[in-house]
C-alpha cells in the first residue's frame, strides 16, 4: 500500500520536502493516525514542505485546521491576534485570508526594479528583492508554525512566494560574524505603521503601537526547541522599527549601525542557493516554520487576476528563549 504520507525531496530546492498527496481523505486520516510524521518531516527539510493536491480544502476550511493540529498547542484564533478583522475568514477564524479581492483587498507587492535578472530570472536576494519577513514577529513569542494553502492562485509565472533557509544561512556565516550576532536581539514591529524602512526614509508619522502591534525585541539567533538547529531570524523593509532599532544596541535610524549589520545579514540569509522559488497552482499548500524560515510575495497582475490564500498559524513552542514568558498580545483580550 503506498504510503499517503511519503516525503521525497523538494524539486529545486535544497532544502523542503514534498508531498504529493493523490486521496485527501485517505491524508487526513493518515496524519491523524500518526500524528507526529508531518512535524518531523518539516523539521527534516530545514523547516519547510510542500504539498500538492489539497483542493478539496478550499470548500472544506475546517480540514485546513485539523492539519495545523498535529503543528502545536493552539491554533491561533485571527480575531484575538489580529487588529485587521477584514482578513479573518468570515467562518473559521483560525484562517487569515490574503488576497486582492473585497473585502480584503490588499495589493500584491510592487515588481522590483528591473523585474528580472540579466538571464531572465526571477530576483531573489535582498535588497533586489524585498518584503522579506517571518509572521507575525511582532509579537512575543511569535507563531512557531504557518500553513499556507492556494485556494485561487496567481498565473504561475505571477505570485510566487520565495522562502529561505535560516538553518543553512546561520551554518555558512562567516565565524567573525556569527560571534558578533550570536546574543543580539533585533527590534520587530507590525507593518504599515510608519516604522518601516521606506515609511522613515519618506518622512511617514509613525502610528501608536497597540499591543498586538509591538515593538518586540527577538533573538537574531534562534535555537529551535525541537532540532537544536540554529537559524537566523529576522525581517527587512516594514516589518522591523528602523526608527528606535532595526538592532538593539546599535545606532538606530535607518542609515545607522544597526541598519549597515541587517543589511549584511539579509544579503547574506537570500543568497539563491538558500531560496526555494514557489510556484503555485490551486490546491497547493507550504508549511513553514517561521522559527527557521523567512519568506517574501512576489508581483502578480492585480487588475487581471484576483488571489487568495489561507492561512493558519500554529503556536506553543517558541524555546527556551521564551519560557514563562506571557503572551504580547493578551493585553488586547482584556
Sequence with gaps: MTDPLAVAPLPGANFGGL??????????AATERQPERLPAALDAGHGLLMLSGLNAISKDPDLLVQLSRPFGREVENYRETTSRLEMVHPDVPQIFVVSNLPPVSFPPPERPDPPFLPDGGLPVQFPHRRGWHTDQSFR?????????????????????TLYADGV????SLPADLKARVEGMQGLHVAP???YGEDEVRAGKTPQPLGPRDGPQPQPIVRVHPVTGRKALYLCEQEQMD???????????????????LLYA???HYTRPEFVYVKAWSAGDMVIY???STIHTATWFDAERHGRVM???TVWGNPGAAYAGEARSWEAALA
Design 19 to 28: 508531498i504529493r498527496v493523490a486521496d485527501v481523505a485517505a491524508f487526513v
Design 168 to 171: 543553512a544561512a546561520w551554518e
Design 310 to 312: 489561507w492561512r493558519t
Design 192 to 194: 504599515f505603521r510608519g
Design 140 to 160: 512575543r513569542p511569535p507563531p512557531d508554525i504557518s500553513l499556507f494553502l492556494a485556494v485561487t492562485p496567481a498565473p504561475r509565472d505571477q505570485g510566487q
Design 289 to 291: 516554520d517561521n522559527r
Design 265 to 267: 545579514l539579509m544579503i
Design 242 to 260: 528602523w526608527i528606535n532599532g532595526p538592532i538593539v544596541g546599535l545606532e538606530p535610524g535607518v542609515d545607522g549601525a544597526g541598519a549597515r
